[in-house]
């Protein structure tokens, strides 16, 4: 079993930053490629960045690339994402996953078992 508890939203300015946290319990952490979700109100969850458990492989949706850094830190059983030059389209709940992968990235929701429960993220015009 694998808890994730999210941290780090809140309300911005566009063109701000933010950092999300992720923490997991559960000593299958270590070995799991792990993701970040949103969704936004009215619309359906949608892939942001996912991370293999050794870090060395990251996928990114487009909308995001060149502005989110997804990154882990094993020793803390912790994965970050670091949200800068916000937009307000980027406003939505951020969900923090883990999946049963390893080396791979997967970017889809049903390659994800493990669900945190979601923080809030309002990026202001």
């Known amino acids: 079993q694998v808890q994730l508890v999210e941290s780090g939203g809140g309300l911005v300015q566009a063109g701000g930053s933010l950092r999300l946290s992720c923490a997991a319990s559960g000593r299958t952490f270590i070995s799991a490629a792990m993701g970040w979700f949103r969704q936004a109100l009215g619309k359906e969850r949608e892939f942001v960045a996912g991370?293999?458990?050794?870090?060395?492989?990251?996928g990114y949706a487009d909308s995001v690339k060149g502005r989110f850094t997804i990154s882990r830190d094993n020793t803390l059983n912790t994965v970050y994402l670091q949200m800068n030059c916000l937009k307000p389209e980027d406003t939505a709940v951020y969900y923090c996953?883990?999946?049963?992968?390893?080396?791979?990235?997967?970017?889809?929701?049903?390659?994800?078992?493990?669900w945190g429960q979601g923080n809030q993220v309002t990026v202001s015009s």
């Open positions: 991370i293999s458990w050794t870090g060395a492989r990251t």
């Open positions: 996953a883990a999946s049963n992968y390893i080396a791979v990235v997967p970017m889809t929701e049903n390659e994800y078992i493990y």
